[in-house]
């Protein structure tokens, strides 16, 4: 039998977009990448010192007095705390201490690896893939998260109304009453713990009230649409109407909504790392990379923030590109 | 002298990169100077599009006109124009209005200044003299207070006197050539009567010719000079109005005048398309009694039904709509009772109550012998089996993420109809051939099927509970009169099958007649007046009910005035 | 009108209550005890107990909850744990360089998206709209650190054209020579995603009726994008800017941060990088209030400029 049902025609007109097929390869791949990570695959080895301290992209060719830079970059503060010394400053310290401590002689050290090194002279390509496991699975995680409160929230206030509707829209104003990045701060500051895991759950429970007010407006618009009162007329429960019949139906805006968050709580990541209450200090994401890219960039050390930058910016892009082309197929009024 | 010919004219559109349409196939047509040319056919014959051509308004991103096509506008073929000849000849001499004049109008900005806008681009006239001809036409097209209406929004107007402005901007310049879509289409059919009359007086006094498009031919036989039948693209048919009416040579003309119930007949089936086109036999031609006897038993009735809406406002106060004032009726087994009224007249409301889709506030509605309206949503289920409903739009009725099979599949896996899946599969089977659909379409999803396709499927969906009411709300008002006509054949073939009772309701008044054994009248969520149908459309009793039935196209000048 | 905003000012009540519990329910429950926060910082166990008594946090839960309902009420926060300084001198010192970078690049952000978003839009479906389009994705899709790092490294650090950091005594001084790198950093930002924004803000207009109806009526193009259109789509886009604003105010902070400009955001980021609770309970409490205000304020002038709206 020929299926021809919603998705199946959504994916066709999917199949013509050109520029969305190459988007969902490169997002397959990413994730693909992210798996192997995450099994052991690959990478395994990213926190080896393969290499001198800020040893240079091998299209480079090697630098003459590298050890001498070292020195500085281990000297060297980041651009003007304002006098407030570094809250990371003697954790990360600790922790070259035992990384030089467990490092065996310099015999093995290349002097340049495939797009550098960093401070300890770990290579920047393998750091950058692990960060892809990390961010990308933040990003996954929490918009998944998200996308389900929303979804869950949205869809009892846009169906139920009345009480229960004035009851979530409370919530609602008042999660959004406070701008985004300070409710997530202000959580972070409490929280105070770092890792993955309260990462994903500051991002997922502080944002979905985005998805939370599409899916209720899609909720009201549906629930009074003739084939949910035909449903009601056959004697359709209501926890049928909304989740059978309804649900279904606002599925794309879920989907459209989900990739959207997935961008939205990578960017997120990175400037949540970057400031200190993102991933912890064993752990390499995207955003730990461009924290430590800010101050190599004054040494005219370039290659962990150009690599960092170009990794996270392709699967965003592509991401973006994907949830445009996924809105385009789904609905194709829109156009 | 032809004002406007038009000559090949073809015109195609990119769907996306891989399939285009022709909407309009090579036709050619005059409009003769001070003419009133009707270009006449159902959706998808490319009526609307030729009209947007001759403005030069195709959306230019997906459409293109074939090389040989030529619009000649007093010799001079506007395919060709520069962009800025046609500006100046659009709204100046050639003007268009629409068929819904509520998204028509920008709705940010005065009625005043959507109409000077007109005079200023094309008449040159700024200051005082803006405001005096705007206000002298607002009086034209017959909008009271003008001096006041002048810094009115659209949205706070009534959709026919939105079209008045419409017609009032058209004919701001004197045109010679005013283009008409469908422009009473959204209208209920008093203010349709009030824009027909307005439109015919002013194209009389102001000597313009008028390209009228339409899928009603009724109204065409009122306005018309000269007729243009139009289906999938081509011209299938043009002739003069009096001799179109009077003797149609194609064959699909011939179906579209008798597909429409006759005003003074009641054939036990109504002629549809395929009796013309192909060979299959005409359908049976007698005479179907209607009317109630007075002896039938009665299977509901509704006592002083009312339904109110709140809508919060201000602190703590509510805002009381009456949807449905007070509504007493009889519904006699295996009968139908038709409901007609206006936009706005709780008919729709008053199907939703008995269904129990809504919630009514007042008053009670007995069904053997129980008030339904006091029964707990549990113990309903029951009943609500016995009362099913159709919708009006057959797009919005149906789930688009089941197939077929689902859809009929549910009321009958809800209500425990059927042993397991395979007994309901050819239950549904049954049904869909019953309303005339091949088996195979169970596993189809419905945006697979076309409009009257959808609304066999949402009857056969109704039927698998075996209702004993069916309530039928607007069913055939969106469709084309061509389907019309089967759709009204089918469900007239299942009352004799079944006998069930119908509520029909619709807006239709020549349908309702035809379908209804009797007929009520509703205006402003009230009953004004019940009766058989050949007593009320024959001696109307109330002042309202004669001025719906005074409204009905094709009356007033009965054809030809050519 | 009066009744509608008196009526809006009395609906703030339960919203600032909800803000209120879920901020003191962060720092008074879920933040643990701040004494021990306090004290490790100021490295005197000893006074663990005088602070707690300060704080008030030695008292039951509904009593903090009521001294900083008071707070709240009397606008006095307290003072930083950190200087000292009291958290109102703080804000009144910190919003005139906060806005003297965000007036400018809103304005000018705004004015640059919505001319670019109009031209795309009207051009939509050719290849210059997909490439702006592409080109906005890429850009939108390299974190706004990026942004600051690179900017600031080329046009501070290596061509030595504005100073690297750092903020002046007079406004002119400020406005254009400090804040000048943040500015432009600001409206490179911003500039993507709002073009990618308004453009659908456009495209909704374009394909209205009422823009068939202009084009029948003879005016030139011209006249339909620049007045009917423009003047439908300008609603969502001014709506959207007011929405933003109080974000914003706290949201610059990575921009303050790297170009040292005494902001609000940049004290955000202080209190929260310390653990100054008071200051981020201030600025949460404050920012959900001057939140409420615009929206009342875009719900007022949405009045103003769409006639459909009815204050109800």
Same mark, same amino acid.
């Given at each position: 039998?020929?299926?021809?049902?919603? /998705?199946?025609?959504?994916?066709?007109?999917?199949?013509?977009?050109?520029?969305?097929?190459?988007?969902?390869?490169?997002?397959?791949?990413?994730?693909?990448?992210?798996?192997?990570?995450?099994?052991?695959?690959?990478?395994?080895? /990213?926190?080896?010192?393969?290499?001198?301290?800020?040893?240079?992209?091998?299209?480079?060719?090697?630098?003459?007095?590298?050890?001498?830079?070292?020195?500085?970059?281990?000297?060297?503060?980041?651009?003007?705390?304002?006098?407030?010394?570094?809250?990371?400053?003697?954790?990360?310290?600790?922790?070259?201490?035992?990384?030089?401590?467990? =490092?065996?002689?310099?015999?093995?050290?290349?002097?340049?690896?495939?797009?550098?090194?960093?401070?300890?002279?770990?290579?920047?390509?393998?750091?950058?893939?692990?960060?892809?496991?990390?961010?990308?699975?933040?990003?996954?995680?929490?918009?998944?998260?998200?996308?389900?409160?929303?979804?869950?929230?949205?869809?009892?206030?846009?169906?139920?109304g009345g009480k229960?509707d004035d009851?979530?829209?409370?919530?609602?104003?008042?999660?959004?009453?406070?701008?985004?990045?300070?409710?997530?701060?202000?959580? =972070?500051?409490?929280?105070?713990?770092?890792?993955?895991?309260?990462?994903?759950?500051?991002?997922?429970?502080?944002? /979905?009230?985005?998805?939370?007010?599409?899916?209720?407006?899609?909720?009201m618009?549906?629930?009074v649409?003739?084939?949910?009162?035909?449903?009601?007329?056959?004697?359709?429960?209501?926890?049928?109407?909304?989740?059978?019949?309804?649900?279904?139906?606002?599925?794309?805006?879920?989907?459209?909504?989900?990739?959207?968050?997935?961008?939205?709580?990578?960017?997120?990541?990175?400037?949540?790392?970057?400031?200190?209450?993102?991933?912890?200090?064993?752990?390499?994401?995207?955003?730990?990379?461009?924290?430590?890219?800010?101050?190599?960039?004054?040494?005219?050390?370039?290659?962990?923030?150009?690599?960092?930058?170009?990794?996270?910016?392709?699967?965003?892009?592509?991401?973006?590109?994907?949830?445009?082309?996924?809105?385009?197929?789904?609905?194709?009024?829109?156009? | 002298?032809?004002?406007?010919?038009?000559?090949?004219?073809?015109?195609?559109?990119?769907?996306?990169?891989?399939?285009?349409?022709?909407?309009?196939?090579?036709?050619?047509?005059?409009?003769?100077?001070?003419?009133?040319?009707?270009?006449?056919?159902?959706?998808?014959?490319?009526?609307?599009?030729?009209?947007?051509?001759?403005?030069?308004?195709?959306?230019?991103?997906?459409?293109?006109?074939?090389?040989?096509?030529?619009?000649?506008?007093?010799?001079?073929?506007?395919?060709?124009?520069?962009?800025?000849?046609?500006?100046?000849?659009?709204?100046?001499?050639?003007?268009?209005?629409?068929?819904?004049?509520?998204?028509?109008?920008?709705?940010?900005?005065?009625?005043?200044?959507?109409?000077?806008?007109?005079? $200023?681009?094309?008449?040159?006239?700024?200051?005082?003299?803006?405001?005096?001809?705007?206000? #002298?036409?607002?009086?034209?097209?017959?909008?009271?207070?003008? #001096?006041?209406?002048?810094?009115?929004?659209?949205?706070?107007?009534?959709?026919?006197?939105?079209? $008045?402005?419409?017609?009032?901007?058209?004919?701001?310049?004197?045109?010679?050539?005013?283009?008409?879509?469908?422009?009473?289409?959204?209208?209920?059919?008093?203010?349709?009567?009030?824009?027909?009359?307005?439109?015919?007086?002013?194209?009389?006094?102001?000597?313009?010719?008028?390209?009228?498009?339409?899928?009603?031919?009724?109204?065409?036989?009122?306005?018309?000079?000269?007729?243009?039948?139009?289906?999938?693209?081509?011209?299938?048919?043009?002739?003069?109005?009096?001799?179109?009416?009077?003797?149609?040579?194609?064959?699909?003309?011939?179906?579209?005048?008798?597909?429409?119930?006759?005003?003074?007949? $009641?054939?036990?089936?109504?002629?549809?398309?395929?009796?013309?086109?192909?060979?299959?036999?005409?359908?049976?031609?007698?005479?179907?009694?209607?009317?109630?006897?007075?002896? #039938?038993?009665?299977?509901?009735?509704?006592?002083?039904?009312?339904k109110s809406f709140y809508f919060r406002e201000g602190w703590l106060k509510q805002r009381e709509l009456k949807a449905v004032?007070?509504?007493?009726?009889?519904?006699?087994?295996?009968?139908?009772?038709?409901?007609?009224?206006?936009?706005g007249?709780g008919?729709?409301t008053?199907?939703?109550?008995?269904? $129990?889709?809504h919630q009514?506030t007042?008053?009670?509605?007995?069904?053997?012998?129980?008030?339904?309206?006091?029964?707990?949503?549990?113990?309903?289920?029951?009943?609500?089996?016995?009362?099913?409903?159709?919708?009006?739009?057959?797009?919005?009725?149906?789930?688009?993420?089941?197939?077929?099979?689902?859809?009929?599949?549910?009321?009958?896996?809800?209500?425990?109809?059927?042993?397991?899946?395979?007994?309901?599969?050819?239950?549904?089977?049954?049904?869909?051939?019953?309303?005339?659909?091949?088996?195979?379409?169970?596993?189809?999803?419905?945006?697979?099927?076309?409009?009257?396709?959808?609304?066999?499927?949402?009857?056969?969906?109704?039927?698998?509970?075996?209702?004993?009411?069916?309530?039928?709300?607007?069913?055939?008002?969106?469709?084309?009169?061509?389907?019309?006509?089967?759709?009204?054949?089918?469900?007239?073939?299942?009352?004799?099958?079944?006998?069930?009772?119908?509520?029909?309701?619709?807006?239709?008044?020549?349908?309702?007649?035809?379908?209804?054994?009797?007929?009520?009248?509703?205006?402003?969520g009230?009953?004004?007046?019940?009766?058989?149908?050949?007593?009320?459309?024959?001696?109307?009793?109330?002042?309202?009910?004669?001025?719906?039935?005074?409204?009905?196209?094709?009356?007033?000048?009965?054809?030809?005035?050519? | 009108?009066?009744a509608y905003?008196?009526r809006?000012?009395?609906?703030?009540?339960?919203?600032?209550?909800?803000?209120?519990?879920?901020?003191?329910?962060?720092?008074?429950?879920?933040?643990?005890?701040?004494?021990?926060?306090?004290?490790?910082?100021?490295?005197?166990?000893?006074?663990?107990?005088?602070?707690?008594?300060?704080?008030?946090?030695?008292?039951?839960?509904?009593?903090?909850?009521?001294?900083?309902?008071?707070?709240?009420?009397?606008?006095?926060?307290?003072?930083?744990?950190?200087?000292?300084?009291?958290?109102?001198?703080?804000?009144?010192?910190?919003?005139?360089?906060?806005?003297?970078?965000?007036?400018?690049?809103?304005?000018?952000?705004?004015?640059?998206?919505?001319?670019?978003?109009?031209?795309?839009?009207?051009?939509?479906?050719?290849?210059?709209?997909?490439?702006?389009?592409?080109?906005?994705?890429?850009?939108?899709?390299?974190?706004?650190?990026?942004?600051?790092?690179?900017?600031?490294?080329?046009?501070?650090?290596?061509?030595?054209?504005?100073?690297?950091?750092?903020?002046?005594?007079?406004?002119?001084?400020?406005?254009?020579?400090?804040?000048?790198?943040?500015?432009?950093?600001?409206?490179?930002?911003?500039?993507?995603?709002?073009?990618?924004?308004?453009?659908?803000?456009?495209?909704?207009?374009?394909?209205?009726?009422?823009?068939?109806?202009?084009?029948?009526?003879?005016?030139?193009?011209?006249?339909?994008?620049?007045?009917?259109?423009?003047?439908?789509?300008?609603?969502?886009?001014?709506?959207?800017?007011?929405?933003?604003?109080?974000?914003?105010?706290?949201?610059?902070?990575?921009?303050?941060?790297?170009?040292?400009?005494?902001?609000?955001?940049?004290?955000?980021?202080?209190?929260?990088?310390?653990?100054?609770?008071?200051?981020?309970?201030?600025?949460?409490?404050?920012?959900?209030?001057?939140?409420?205000?615009?929206?009342?304020?875009?719900?007022?002038?949405?009045?103003?400029?769409?006639?459909r709206v009815q204050l109800k």
């Amino acid at each position: 039998m020929k299926e021809t049902g919603v /998705w199946v025609l959504a994916w066709r007109r999917f199949k013509r977009d050109r520029l969305g097929v190459a988007s969902l390869v490169v997002v397959v791949v990413y994730a693909a990448v992210m798996l192997a990570a995450a099994g052991g695959l690959i990478v395994r080895d /990213w926190g080896d010192e393969a290499g001198v301290s800020f040893a240079p992209p091998t299209f480079l060719g090697p630098e003459a007095e590298s050890p001498q830079l070292a020195q500085m970059a281990d000297g060297a503060q980041p651009i003007a705390d304002y006098g407030i010394p570094d809250p990371l400053a003697p954790d990360l310290a600790a922790i070259a201490k035992t990384l030089a401590g467990s =490092a065996s002689g310099n015999e093995a050290r290349a002097l340049t690896l495939p797009l550098g090194g960093d401070k300890w002279g770990r290579d920047v390509l393998k750091k950058a893939v692990k960060g892809t496991q990390t961010s990308l699975f933040i990003g996954l995680a929490a918009a998944a998260l998200a996308a389900f409160i929303g979804t869950l929230f949205g869809a009892l206030a846009g169906y139920r109304g009345g009480k229960v509707d004035d009851l979530f829209n409370w919530l609602y104003s008042v999660f959004t009453s406070i701008p985004y990045l300070l409710l997530v701060l202000s959580i =972070a500051a409490v929280v105070n713990s770092k890792g993955v895991v309260p990462v994903i759950l500051i991002l997922g429970l502080t944002g /979905w009230t985005g998805i939370f007010r599409l899916i209720r407006a899609e909720y009201m618009k549906h629930k009074v649409r003739e084939y949910v009162m035909a449903a009601d007329a056959i004697g359709a429960s209501n926890a049928r109407r909304m989740f059978v019949h309804i649900l279904p139906n606002v599925s794309h805006v879920v989907l459209v909504q989900l990739s959207l968050h997935v961008v939205l709580f990578i960017k997120s990541e990175v400037i949540l790392t970057f400031l200190g209450f993102g991933v912890g200090v064993d752990t390499v994401s995207w955003g730990s990379m461009l924290a430590e890219a800010g101050s190599e960039l004054l040494l005219g050390k370039w290659w962990q923030l150009t690599t960092a930058t170009v990794f996270m910016a392709l699967l965003v892009t592509a991401f973006s590109l994907l949830t445009d082309a996924m809105r385009d197929a789904l609905d194709p009024r829109l156009k | 002298m032809n004002l406007l010919e038009i000559r090949d004219l073809s015109i195609r559109f990119r769907l996306d990169e891989a399939t285009t349409v022709d909407a309009v196939k090579g036709i050619s047509f005059d409009v003769p100077v001070r003419s009133s040319v009707a270009l006449v056919g159902e959706s998808g014959s490319g009526k609307s599009v030729t009209a947007l051509s001759v403005m030069g308004l195709l959306p230019k991103e997906n459409s293109s006109v074939g090389s040989a096509s030529r619009i000649l506008y007093r010799d001079k073929d506007l395919l060709k124009a520069r962009p800025g000849e046609l500006q100046k000849l659009r709204g100046a001499e050639i003007s268009m209005i629409f068929q819904e004049p509520m998204s028509s109008l920008n709705p940010v900005f005065s009625v005043g200044f959507q109409i000077g806008e007109v005079l $200023r681009k094309h008449l040159g006239l700024t200051g005082r003299a803006v405001r005096d001809r705007t206000i #002298e036409l607002l009086q034209e097209v017959g909008i009271t207070e003008p #001096e006041r209406r002048l810094d009115v929004y659209p949205f706070q107007l009534s959709g026919g006197q939105q079209q $008045r402005v419409m017609i009032a901007m058209a004919i701001a310049c004197e045109p010679k050539l005013l283009i008409a879509d469908e422009p009473t289409t959204a209208l209920d059919v008093t203010v349709q009567r009030q824009i027909m009359d307005l439109i015919a007086g002013l194209q009389e006094r102001h000597e313009m010719a008028m390209l009228f498009i339409t899928h009603d031919l009724a109204l065409v036989s009122e306005i018309a000079d000269h007729v243009v039948v139009m289906r999938d693209g081509e011209v299938r048919e043009q002739a003069p109005a009096s001799q179109l009416f009077r003797d149609p040579r194609d064959a699909y003309t011939k179906a579209l005048l008798a597909c429409r119930p006759p005003r003074d007949r $009641r054939p036990k089936r109504l002629p549809v398309i395929d009796d013309f086109m192909g060979d299959a036999p005409r359908g049976d031609t007698g005479e179907r009694r209607r009317g109630l006897s007075g002896s #039938e038993p009665t299977l509901l009735e509704a006592k002083g039904l009312a339904k109110s809406f709140y809508f919060r406002e201000g602190w703590l106060k509510q805002r009381e709509l009456k949807a449905v004032k007070s509504a007493s009726f009889k519904i006699a087994k295996g009968k139908t009772l038709g409901v007609v009224g206006e936009s706005g007249s709780g008919k729709t409301t008053v199907a939703l109550l008995v269904a $129990r889709l809504h919630q009514a506030t007042g008053g009670e509605v007995r069904f053997e012998g129980r008030d339904l309206l006091k029964v707990e949503p549990k113990a309903a289920m029951p009943y609500k089996r016995r009362i099913q409903i159709v919708f009006q739009n057959p797009y919005a009725s149906l789930n688009p993420r089941f197939t077929v099979g689902q859809i009929l599949a549910e009321p009958m896996l809800i209500h425990g109809i059927g042993a397991d899946d395979a007994e309901r599969h050819s239950l549904a089977a049954e049904l869909l051939k019953k309303v005339g659909l091949p088996p195979l379409s169970l596993e189809k999803y419905p945006h697979e099927f076309s409009g009257g396709q959808r609304q066999r499927i949402a009857i056969a969906r109704a039927l698998t509970l075996k209702p004993e009411l069916l309530i039928c709300d607007e069913s055939v008002s969106a469709l084309d009169v061509s389907v019309q006509a089967q759709l009204l054949n089918l469900l007239q073939d299942l009352q004799d099958e079944y006998a069930m009772s119908y509520l029909f309701i619709s807006h239709d008044l020549a349908v309702v007649r035809y379908m209804a054994d009797e007929v009520m009248v509703m205006k402003d969520g009230e009953v004004v007046e019940i009766a058989g149908p050949d007593e009320l459309y024959a001696n109307p009793q109330h002042p309202y009910t004669r001025l719906l039935l005074s409204s009905i196209p094709g009356r007033a000048k009965g054809g030809a005035h050519a | 009108m009066l009744a509608y905003t008196l009526r809006r000012l009395w609906q703030f009540v339960p919203t600032l209550a909800g803000v209120v519990l879920l901020v003191f329910f962060l720092f008074n429950w879920v933040g643990g005890d701040p004494a021990y926060l306090l004290a490790g910082k100021i490295s005197n166990p000893a006074t663990i107990e005088n602070i707690r008594k300060q704080l008030g946090v030695d008292q039951p839960y509904w009593v903090q909850l009521w001294i900083f309902v008071k707070q709240i009420l009397t606008g006095d926060f307290g003072a930083s744990w950190n200087t000292n300084e009291s958290v109102a001198h703080i804000f009144r010192t910190r919003l005139g360089p906060s806005l003297t970078v965000l007036v400018p690049l809103l304005v000018i952000s705004t004015l640059l998206a919505m001319a670019a978003a109009m031209l795309v839009a009207y051009v939509r479906g050719s290849l210059t709209d997909r490439a702006v389009m592409v080109a906005c994705t890429v850009a939108q899709s390299i974190s706004i650190l990026v942004y600051i790092l690179v900017f600031q490294y080329v046009l501070a650090y290596l061509l030595g054209w504005f100073p690297v950091q750092g903020w002046g005594v007079t406004f002119m001084d400020n406005l254009f020579r400090y804040a000048m790198l943040a500015i432009i950093v600001g409206v490179a930002v911003s500039l993507a995603p709002d073009i990618r924004l308004y453009r659908t803000f456009f495209l909704d207009e374009i394909n209205q009726d009422y823009v068939r109806t202009a084009r029948a009526k003879g005016l030139s193009e011209g006249r339909v994008m620049w007045v009917h259109v423009l003047r439908n789509a300008a609603i969502p886009i001014v709506t959207n800017i007011l929405l933003q604003l109080p974000g914003l105010l706290a949201g610059a902070f990575l921009i303050e941060r790297f170009f040292g400009i005494p902001g609000i955001g940049r004290e955000v980021i202080l209190a929260v990088e310390r653990s100054d609770f008071p200051i981020i309970k201030a600025v949460t409490v404050y920012v959900a209030v001057a939140t409420m205000v615009v929206n009342l304020a875009t719900d007022l002038l949405y009045k103003a400029i769409d006639p459909r709206v009815q204050l109800k």
